[in-house]
């Protein structure tokens, strides 16, 4: 049983950086691999990143790469998303899940358990 928190959400400009933080509690944390997704409304969930159990693999959506970082910090059970060059269509429910498995990782209904998710918005 993973329980995971999000934070470091809120409402930026555009152009600027957020760094979402997502706490786990449990100590099979370092077993999972982590996903971050996002819901804007009126949207289905997408899938965002996903960082490996080592950290080693990392994957991003199109949408994302070059611009957002997942990292992850095992002694510190915690995994993050740093969002640089944030723009409008950025804007969305920010959630990070946790994954057992390997297979189909863009795939949120793969993920065992997830967070509450954190706001963010951005503004032109």
């Known amino acids: 049983q993973v329980h995971l928190v999000e934070s470091g959400g809120g409402l930026v400009q555009a152009g600027v950086s957020l760094r979402l933080s997502c706490a786990a509690s449990?100590?099979?944390?370092?077993?999972?691999?982590m996903g971050w997704f996002r819901q804007a409304p009126g949207k289905e969930r997408e899938f965002v990143a996903r960082?490996?159990?080592?950290?080693?693999?990392?994957i991003y959506a199109d949408s994302v790469k070059g611009r957002f970082t997942v990292s992850r910090d095992n002694a510190k059970n915690t995994v993050y998303l740093q969002m640089n060059s944030l723009k409008p269509e950025d804007t969305a429910v920010y959630y990070c899940?946790?994954?057992?498995?390997?297979?189909?990782?863009?795939?949120?209904?793969?993920?065992?358990?997830w967070g509450q998710g954190t706001q963010v918005t951005v503004s032109t």
């Open positions: 449990g100590r099979t944390f370092s077993t999972y691999a």
């Open positions: 960082i490996s159990v080592s950290g080693n693999i990392k």
């Open positions: 899940a946790a994954d057992l498995k390997t297979t189909r990782v863009r795939d949120a209904a793969e993920y065992e358990f």
